[in-house]
C-alpha cells in the first residue's frame, strides 16, 4: 500500500490517516503521494513556490544575524523614537535595516507556508511568530523554529509532509486544491479594506 497506494490483498488505499507522518503528500489532491510515485511526479507550481520562498527565508535570516547582535546590544528596537533611540545609541538606519528584513521574513515565511496562495488568515497568523517586539532571547527561538521549517521545505523541494498538512486549516487545505473558500464562492479570501492581496 505505501509503495503503491493500495493495497493488493485488502484493497484498501493509501490515505491521511493510514499514511505514515513522513509520506509527502500530492497538494492537488490532498492525498498521500506513494513511494514509487515520488521520483516521477514533478513538483506542482506551488511546491516550487514554496522551496523559492524557503530559500528567500533562509537567505533574509543570515542577514538578520550578520546584524543581529549589534541591534540588540544598543538596545530596544522598538518604542518611542526620540529618546529610547538617542538613549540606546541605536541609529536609525541600523533600526529601520533590522525591521525590513524582519518584515520581508514574514512576507517570504507566509509565501513559504501557503506556496505563494496567500490569505488575510496566513498573513495575521505569520506575522506574529518572528516581529521586532521580541527581545534577542525570544527572538533567537522564533528564528531557530522558522530555520527548522524552512530547510525542511527547501530540501523537500517544496513538498509538505503528511504531518504538516494535517497542522493546516481546512482554508489553507482548499487553497492549496483550488477549491472555494467558505462563503466566498471564489478560491481567494475577501480582503480587508487598505490590503492588497498578493498574487
Known amino acids: 500500500m505505501y509503495k503503491n497506494g493500495i493495497n493488493p490483498i485488502t484493497k ?7 499514511a505514515p507522518d513522513e509520506f509527502m503528500v500530492d497538494q492537488k489532491t490532498g492525498l498521500p503521494v506513494p513511494t514509487s510515485q515520488l521520483a516521477v511526479r514533478k513538483p506542482s507550481m506551488q511546491e516550487t513556490n514554496r522551496a523559492q520562498f524557503a530559500r528567500s527565508v533562509l537567505h533574509i535570516l543570515d542577514s538578520i544575524d550578520a546584524k543581529k547582535k549589534d541591534v540588540f546590544a544598543k538596545g530596544p528596537v522598538i518604542g518611542p523614537l526620540g529618546v529610547l533611540v538617542g538613549k540606546a545609541g541605536l541609529s536609525s538606519g541600523d533600526r529601520q ?9 514574514q512576507s517570504a515565511a507566509t509565501g513559504a507556508h501557503v506556496g505563494g496562495r496567500f490569505s488575510v488568515e496566513v498573513l495575521n497568523k505569520m506575522s506574529t511568530m518572528l516581529n521586532t517586539t521580541m527581545n534577542q532571547s525570544q527572538f533567537e527561538g522564533a ?4 530555520r527548522d521549517v524552512m530547510d525542511a ?12 498538512w494535517k497542522g493546516l486549516s481546512q482554508e489553507e487545505r482548499n487553497a492549496f486544491m483550488g477549491h472555494a473558500f467558505a462563503g466566498t464562492g471564489t478560491n481567494k479570501p475577501s480582503v ?8
Open 12 to 18: 484498501e488505499r493509501l490515505t491521511l490517516d493510514n
Open 143 to 146: 528564528e531557530e523554529a522558522l
Open 192 to 199: 480587508p479594506a487598505g490590503l492588497t492581496l498578493i498574487k
Open 97 to 105: 535595516a533590522y525591521q525590513d528584513y524582519v518584515g520581508l521574513a
Open 153 to 164: 521545505y527547501s530540501k523537500q523541494g517544496g513538498r509538505m509532509s503528511v504531518y504538516e
